[in-house]
């Protein structure tokens, strides 16, 4: 579409001379208006036959004093570059009217009062026809809007605003190939050779269909208080939440260059923009805090990671309380989305010990538990060979995210200043039944008693009873019963529920091989040759039972030398526990192995 109106020259008689315009045709002028540092010195009679509000003045001035009129209109709007076109209309000059400068025309000739009853084809009723005409395309549309923010004012009084943005909604809401818009970074309109063709579809070429985030460059120009306008706009009229999040976030991301910095935010689907213009912390903290509120509430339209992003950005920025608790309600409710790498949010400011904000990442988990509101699991899940074999379903929300804890506690575990407490309770929020298996717990665990070597006895025995000792795999099993860190009891409880764990292999392996002899009394004996599971666990039974014989031998020598050799469990604390001293690492194997003695 033209984006004109009526192009004509300037005359001759029409000049300028530093801060000074004259119209030097004719008469002498009579009239000087100061507009801003400009002064016009131009005639009385063009101006009073197609202004009301000048007509007025100037009878009011000539009325009080016979001289040289002189007025001041400093509060025009557009100021002198719009007065000085308006004074070349006056004089009947054909001037252009463009997507730029029709707004602050408009509102200019609203403010001169410049109506048909002054003139046919006057100001108001030329500039409101090219705002008609530039409605109807996407492009000028936007730069129509854009021009508003220099008469704000006066654009929402005449509803030039509204209008414009009630038209770019319905763009962005329906088909943009079905109304031929040009819209940026779209070469539809030419063929391989670079011919426009005359409807712009090319005869050998198909023009690609756009995507629906077709809009989002050009609208992220926008300043926030028209674009929050639109984006309010376009729910309105239905839009999907998801294409309203994914534009918010293609804002966020030209506008915070804090939040770059942060993250790359790399998307398959919409590039980053540039972000060249350098914005004071203090105006991005404002602009983070508008756009929080229109992201959609609904869970999952917009995705966790960038939520986090948001949310370590906001923390940067010192945004509002309410900010943030929104951010971490919002991370809440869709926390088993998330992955490890964004959780691990610095610590802010100087007074905070450890190294990642774990008070966060508490009220995050806080959230999700409020919001999932499970039943305990009425079937208990059963480890078996370190295999998860029947309960509930492992891939619930709450399984995921307690995968996500245990990998996060052992993140931060290392971190020497992390208090017990703190790591106690970020562990205990996830309920049991959670946790098929406990391998990921324990290996935290393992790494926080490693980094913090001088918690006492009952510190130990407090953090492990966060675990579960029977929902350990026989990997784990095997390094907790070597690892001198944990406490004697729980050594002796891995050590013991893996000895049942392997009694209940055999008993089963010897019920499955018994079924079958059963029902097919030609078989041969020995151990079923379709489950090579149950034979490389009792091959490894096997090798464990040699081990423990051998042991067998020298305990046998060590309990001699006890004045009162008794295998039962009311005097295990004779052999190493309760208040008597802990053992060396050779007396507590010998001990374990008296213990497994007695349970074998």
Known sequence: MASSMGLGSISEAFHREGQTWYCTSGLPTDVIIEVEEMSFHIHKFPLISRSGLLERLIEEVSSEDESECVLQLHDVPGGAKVFELIAKFSYGVKIEFTALNVVSLRCAAEYLKMTEDYGEGNLISQTEGFLNEVFGDWKDSIKVLESCAEVQEYAEELNIVSRCVDSLAMKTCADPSLFNWPISGSNNSQNPTGTVLWNGIS??????????????????????????????????????????????????????????????????????????????????????????????????????????????????????????????????????????????????????????????????LDHFMSFYQAPASSSPNIIEGGQLVSGADSLTPITMVA????????????????????????????????????????????????????????????????????????????????????????????????????????????????????????????????????????????????????????????????????????????????RTPPCSSKNQSHVIAAILLCAV
């Open 203 to 364: 005869s050998e070429t198909r023009p690609q269909p756009l995507g629906e985030d077709w809009w989002f460059e050009d609208v992220s120009f926008l300043s926030f208080p028209l674009y929050k306008r639109l984006i309010l706009a376009v729910e309105l009229k239905g839009m999907k939440p998801e294409t309203i999040a994914a534009s918010l976030i293609y804002y966020a991301r030209r506008h915070l260059p804090l939040m770059n910095r942060q993250s790359s935010f790399n998307d398959a689907n919409h590039a980053n923009p540039e972000t060249s213009i350098s914005i004071p912390e203090a105006d991005q903290r404002v602009l983070l805090e508008e756009i929080v509120v229109l992201f959609p509430t609904i869970k999952g339209v917009t995705s966790t990671k960038f939520l986090l992003g948001l949310l370590r950005t906001a923390m940067i920025l010192h945004a509002s309380q309410s900010c943030i608790e929104n951010l971490e309600t919002r991370v809440g409710t869709q926390l088993d989305q998330a992955v490890l790498v964004d959780l691990l949010i610095p610590s802010m400011g100087y007074s905070v010990e450890t190294l990642y904000d774990i008070d966060c990442v508490q009220r995050i």
């Open 403 to 578: 995968s996500l804890v245990d990998g996060y506690l052992a993140e931060v575990a290392p971190d020497v200043n992390l208090k017990l407490p703190k790591f106690q309770a970020l562990a205990a929020v996830i309920p049991e039944y959670a946790r098929p298996l406990e391998d990921g717990l324990y290996h935290a665990m393992d790494i926080y008693l490693k980094a913090h070597p001088w918690l006492t006895d009952f510190e130990r025995e407090q953090l492990c009873r966060l675990m579960n000792c029977q929902k350990l795999s026989l990997e784990a099993s095997t390094h907790a019963a070597q690892n001198e860190r944990l406490p004697l009891r729980v050594i002796v409880q891995v050590l013991f529920f893996e000895q049942l764990r392997l009694r209940t292999s055999i008993s089963g392996w010897f019920f499955v091989d018994n079924l079958e002899n059963s029902q097919n009394p030609s078989g041969s004996l020995g151990l079923p040759k379709n489950d090579a599971s149950i034979r490389d666990r009792v091959v490894g039974v096997d090798d464990r039972l040699s081990k423990l014989e051998r042991e067998c031998s020298s305990i046998k020598r060590e309990l001699h030398k006890l004045k009162k050799p008794k295998r039962g469990w009311f005097n295990l604390h004779r052999l190493g526990f309760g």
